[in-house]
């Protein structure tokens, strides 16, 4: 049995280069990366400063000062304060769906627009609110902005990006998720310092400020080809598009490749209900898929909560941030390092070497919280550090797999007839678990204490499993002809080939 195999293209190649505009282009509508990061970088970090828990939280304040009989795994158990974090992602999962409709219909530049201007709007005023309601107001304006730039971003990336080198510029969208991660952390290691208490509000003001350089840039941007083919009808608009982006004038067999998606795409009314038969089967699985492991991993624990964690096992506040500065700055170094292997090694084997890294990682650190932090007190600091590496270790692994390319494999398998609708449901499934975890995770380090840890090795180890047997390396393979990949796969061909005989029958009664 062929398990996993690595499917090569039809020999058609197409021609080009990597040119100046492309690579700008990609680089600016990559930036939307950065308000996802800088968000999940910021929320552990304001909810571990005692000014921002004292003003909006203070039951949480006073029994992380005050109960010390109260065990160290729920200090911070409290439903108003992970619907602080969690609230964004829930907007976001709604208005995922919407900026399928504007993307699909209008194309992928006024939703990164959007998304980038609704950001702004919702960092304004989280930074000036006076009462939980407005900081939570607030933070669902960030979660339609972050609906509409994660929707809109990779699928711009994949479609202007050389089939050659689509990987790599993929990552960028993560890269720029590291990067405003780590720029969250960095601001708060510094505002946690500013006397008065007012700290906070520059931590979440700052959201703003990569958020203006999307919406501004996006200005700039030119629409894809497929999107000018799509849903303007404009051949010869696609065609100079293309040989300005490819750096040549021989795009032909590209271009006539799009149209020939598009016509498909015309003919389909209903791409929700269409993504539903049987022959998209293997992508509305991945859809769904996907997106589900890459939280369930366990990352968006130690991104949100990281200062948390830290806190949890003694370290000081300042420390607490500065330890999420570091693990944030490790995962950011191994990202990067994926742009030079994804289109080398493929897709498959980052996955099977990073998920390693991430099981065994997990279990250490069980093991040791397990055995050395109790309810009460501290662990000590030889075995702080150690959980300290361990968290390093494990979010390289995520850093070269999970990470960057639960966007880059979603964001090109899907066909153009499904694309948009594909990529909102990634979204949409992406935020919901993100939403899930971040309102359980507080409640089940108090239940599960150290365990949690084991919970989500678990999962590591059965998403590693799932990538060996159903995921087909896609390296290498234009974008236009990603179908083939299930035609040859052993366990998906059976959807492809019901379903091509379905269609033949169909052909052959008329």
């Not at 795409?265 to 929700?272: I, L, M, R, T």
């Not at 494990?394 to 609708?421: A, K, M």
């Not at 108090?446 to 390296?475: D, Q, R």
């Amino acid at each position: 049995m062929a398990v996993g195999v690595a499917i090569k293209n039809d020999g058609r190649q197409y021609t080009g280069r990597i040119t100046w505009f492309v690579l700008l282009s990609c680089m600016i509508a990559a930036s939307g990366g950065m308000i996802f990061g800088y968000d999940v970088g910021v929320s552990g970090g304001v909810t571990s400063m005692e000014p921002f828990l004292k003003k909006f939280f203070p039951r949480v304040y006073r029994k992380m000062k005050e109960d010390t009989k109260m065990s160290n795994y729920c200090k911070f158990d409290s439903q108003l304060l992970t619907s602080f974090t969690s609230s964004l992602y829930i907007a976001g999962l709604i208005s995922s769906f919407f900026a399928a409709i504007v993307t699909r219909n209008y194309g992928r530049k006024p939703s990164i627009i959007v998304g980038g201007v609704t950001y702004m709007a919702g960092a304004a005023l989280g930074s000036a609110a006076y009462n939980v309601y407005m900081l939570i107001i607030g933070r669902l304006l960030l979660g339609v902005g972050l609906g509409f730039t994660n929707q809109s971003v990779p699928l711009y990336l994949s479609e202007m990006a050389p089939s050659k080198y689509r990987g790599a510029f993929n990552v960028g969208f993560q890269i720029c998720v590291a990067i405003g991660c780590n720029a969250a952390a960095l601001t708060n290691y510094g505002t946690v310092k500013i006397k008065g208490g007012w700290g906070w509000r520059i931590s979440i003001g700052m959201a703003g400020l990569p958020a203006a350089i999307l919406a501004f840039g996006a200005l700039f941007l030119p629409e894809t080809p497929n999107s000018l083919i799509q849903h303007c009808n404009e051949h010869q608009r696609a065609k100079k598009m293309l040989q300005k982006i490819r750096g040549t004038d021989d795009v032909q067999a590209e271009l006539d490749d799009l149209i020939e998606a598009s016509y498909a795409s015309k003919a389909v009314k209903h791409p929700f209900k269409n993504l539903m038969q049987r022959k998209y089967r293997p992508q509305l699985v991945m859809s769904v898929a996907i997106p589900f492991f890459q939280q369930i991993t366990g990352i968006n624990v130690v991104a949100f909560y990281a200062p948390l964690i830290f806190l949890t096992m003694g370290f000081g506040e300042s420390a607490s941030l500065l330890s999420a500065l570091v693990t944030g700055l490790v995962g950011s170094g191994f990202t990067v390092l994926t742009v030079f292997f994804v289109d080398k090694l493929g897709r498959r084997p980052l996955f099977h070497i990073g998920g390693a890294q991430m099981f065994i990682s997990l279990m250490l650190i069980g093991g040791i919280m397990t055995a050395k932090l109790g309810d009460h007190g501290t662990m000590e600091k030889g075995y702080g550090l150690i959980v300290l590496i361990l968290i390093c270790i494990y979010i390289s692994g995520f850093g070269i797999s999970w990470g960057p390319l639960g966007w880059v494999v979603t964001s090109e398998i899907f066909p153009l007839e499904v694309r948009s609708v594909a990529q909102s449901i990634v979204v949409a499934v992406n935020l919901s678990m993100t939403f899930i975890i971040a309102q359980v995770f507080l409640a089940m380090l108090c239940h599960l204490k150290s365990a949690i840890f084991f919970f989500f090795g678990a999962w590591v180890l059965l998403m590693s499993a799932f990538v060996y047997l159903l995921l087909p390396e896609t390296k290498n393979i234009p974008i236009e002809k990603m179908d083939q990949i299930w035609g040859k796969h052993f366990f998906w061909k059976k959807f492809m080939d019901s379903s091509q005989s379905r269609e033949s029958n169909k052909t052959e009664a008329a």
